[in-house]
């Protein structure tokens, strides 16, 4: 194994870890990072494949020895005792995402499982082990609409049916939550503005999962970024003590807050046309999607003050940086319309290509016992339009709502113990069967049940503060959120915003295979 080149500089120069910085947010926090001087040097954990090298040979030209690259495999353990030694951060933003996730659900257990569970276990062995931010995803939210826009950190997790990304990312946290590790944060990424996000989402079935109604808070990757750099100069000098053990929403503040409507129809006005132009309502799932409005979004950047941009900067930003876009515009629309989007009708991760081939699973799923949904415009009732019956667009936007948890959350953390977990416990249909947690004491493991009669072991912490609940019931390629809500009032409170109490599915996947059936009752 090569020697490291550097010899480090005690309290003057810090060394950095990551994996993922080849992605979107990667690539912005690596940028951002080596603006900072004190950094003497980031290591990459990068796949030991052509275009991953072809990448880091662009980065070793223009940093020279300040960037050193490990290729090889977050699902290798070795590979990640090599990235974490001598580093004085960890941050982990590997992920397998939709729809490469939709399509190989291994490739994504690998990085999203796999990576993780071996970054703790080679931190929870080192002596002097790095400072650990833990990218996860707004996913883990799991659908929201326009009955419960507003959320925070602390509410359910719900991932959606078949979405094996936000379900291994859940699972991911608690390896994290449950660690010994004493420096550590959740940064939980809402939905990203980065500089391929058009394209990308041109080459699969995927872009016609996001609900029209869905509610969305952006943030770009280079806000991201920077995000990330002001965490590490302000822990640098000493500034960031209330970040670790915690966990907080990435998002965009109120300037980015809008619905999927809007969002493509932001998208196509930069090449002079509209949502409705290029869209049907049909092509579009109406649940199953996530994301949220953030109602504690402030927090983060209270702390580190890394939003920026707009999501109207932003798309002028890619107007100016993609020429094609330019030409897009002098282009018929129904040329556009056909090349860039209805071929796409056809994937196999559209939701028309599984009407159309009779998928049961994942057409109810995705639509419940709706009619099929409509083409026309007309018909089609707008959150952002004001066309839902007694709801104000902007009166929901402008006031954030909050759902209980459970427990009295006026409480300090410091003063929470066994009544409040107990409480907390109830509300989920379960109970606490033991605890010797002091006061304050939100780390040292407990013994719950659940409604389902499961027992396990976790920390308060995690239920209380993270949101999560029994692992028996949230095993991976499974879903079972019609029965656990007629017990479960903490999921209940959004699960029935889009779902009757007298569906009784259960999904699961069988070998990649969207599978369900009826709960017997």
């Known amino acids: 194994m090569e020697k490291e080149e550097y010899t480090r500089k005690a309290d003057t120069s810090i060394v950095v870890a990551l994996t993922g910085a080849s992605g979107s947010m990667g690539r912005e926090v690596l940028k951002q990072l080596l603006e900072c001087d004190f950094i003497s040097k980031i290591k990459l954990l990068l796949l030991n494949n052509a275009k991953e090298k072809a990448i880091f040979r662009r980065w070793k030209l223009r940093y020279g020895k300040r960037v050193k690259a490990i290729f090889g495999d977050i699902a290798t353990y070795s590979d990640c005792q090599e990235l974490v030694e001598n580093a004085d951060y960890l941050i982990n933003m590997a992920a397998v995402i939709p729809p490469k996730s939709d399509h190989n659900h291994y490739a994504a257990y690998k990085a999203n499982i796999l990576g993780p569970k071996n970054l703790v276990d080679v931190l929870e062995k080192s002596s002097n082990p790095p400072k650990f931010i833990h990218i996860s995803s707004v996913a883990v939210y799991g659908n929201r609409d326009y009955k419960h826009p507003w959320g925070r950190v602390g509410d359910p997790l719900i991932p959606s049916v078949f979405d094996v990304y936000a379900q291994q990312k859940m699972t991911a946290e608690l390896f994290v939550i449950e660690s010994s590790l004493d420096k550590w944060c959740i940064l939980r990424q809402t939905a990203m503005l980065h500089n391929k996000m058009l394209s990308n989402n041109m080459k699969d079935g995927l872009m016609f999962h996001t609900a029209l109604n869905s509610p969305l808070e952006w943030v770009t990757a280079k806000d991201s970024g920077l995000l990330i750099k002001n965490i590490i100069i302000k822990d640098y000098n000493n500034q960031a003590n209330m970040l670790w053990k915690n966990i907080y929403n990435i998002g965009g503040l109120s300037k980015n807050r809008c619905t999927g409507y809007e969002t493509f129809d932001d998208g196509f006005k930069i090449i002079g046309g509209s949502a409705e132009a290029f869209l049907s309502p049909e092509w579009h799932i109406t649940r199953n999607f996530h994301g949220m409005w953030f109602s504690d979004s402030e927090i983060l950047n209270d702390q580190f003050d890394f939003v920026k941009q707009t999501k109207e900067e932003y798309w002028q930003e890619i107007l100016k940086n993609h020429w094609y876009y330019i030409i897009a515009k002098i282009l018929p629309k129904r040329f556009i319309g056909y090349v860039g989007i209805k071929r796409l009708l056809k994937d196999e991760n ?94 040292t493991k407990a013994t719950w049940k659940c409604s389902e009669g499961h027992t396990f072991n976790m920390t308060p912490f995690a239920i209380l503060k993270g949101g999560h609940w029994c692992k028996e019931c949230n095993k991976l390629n499974q879903w079972n959120y019609d029965k656990l809500a007629k017990t479960n009032k903490f999921l209940a409170e959004v699960w029935y915003d889009t779902h009757s109490t007298n569906e009784n599915m259960y999904y699961y996947f069988e070998d990649e295979i969207a599978r369900s059936k009826k709960i017997a009752e």
């Open 350 to 443: 559209s939701p028309t290509h599984w009407i159309n081939a009779s998928d049961y699973s994942r057409v109810y799923a995705c639509f419940g016992d709706e009619d099929k949904p409509t083409e026309n415009w007309s018909d089609f009732k707008l959150f952002c339009k004001n066309q839902i019956a007694n709801i104000d667009y902007q009166t929901s936007k402008n006031t954030p709502t909050t759902l209980s948890h459970g427990y009295d959350e006026t409480k300090p953390d410091n003063e929470l113990g066994i009544d409040d977990y107990r409480q907390a416990a109830k509300f989920r249909g379960g109970e606490l069967l033991s605890a010797e947690n002091d006061s304050g004491d939100l780390f």
